[in-house]
C-alpha cells in the first residue's frame, strides 16, 4: 500500500483543516489506518486510527471532541477533519496503515506497529 497525506497549510487559531490520505493498492480496505503528528524536537505521537471497517474509533486525549477520522473504502481514501485548531496541533501529520498481524486495538496507538507511511503534511497553526 502507497499512502499520500495531502491537505496541510497555515490556519489560525480555532480554525479548521481536513487532511487527506490516498491510497494505492486493491486492499485498502483491509487495513486499520492511523494518523501521527511531529513536532519539532518531538517524538512522532499518535493523534486517531480507524479500524478497517470504519466501526471503530480512537483518538489522542489531545484531540478529542475535536478532530474527526473518517475513511471511504470506495475512495481509497482515510481523512482527518480537524477544527477548533491550537498552535500545540502545529506538526508534520503523517497517514499510516496498520500491519494486518495487529488486531487487538492496543495497537493502534503504537508507530511501530504501522507497516505503511506516507510522506507526511505540514500543518501549521498561527496564533
Known amino acids: 500500500v502507497q499512502l499520500q497525506a495531502s491537505g496541510g497549510g497555515l490556519v489560525e487559531t480555532g480554525g479548521s483543516l481536513r487532511l487527506s490520505c490516498a491510497a494505492s493498492?486493491?486492499?485498502?480496505?483491509?487495513?486499520?489506518l492511523g494518523w501521527f503528528r511531529q513536532a519539532p524536537g518531538k517524538e512522532r505521537e499518535f493523534v486517531t486510527a480507524v479500524s478497517w471497517s470504519g466501526g471503530s474509533t480512537y483518538y489522542a486525549d489531545s484531540v478529542k471532541g475535536r478532530f474527526t477520522i473518517s475513511r471511504d473504502n470506495a475512495k481509497n481514501t482515510v481523512y482527518l477533519q480537524m477544527n477548533s485548531l491550537k498552535s500545540e496541533d502545529t506538526a508534520v501529520y503523517y497517514c499510516a496503515a496498520l500491519d494486518s498481524g495487529y488486531s487487538s486495538s492496543t495497537y493502534y496507538y503504537r508507530p511501530n506497529a504501522y507497516r505503511y507511511w506516507g510522506q507526511g503534511t505540514q500543518v501549521t497553526v498561527s496564533s
Open positions: 493498492g486493491s486492499t485498502f480496505s483491509s487495513y486499520s
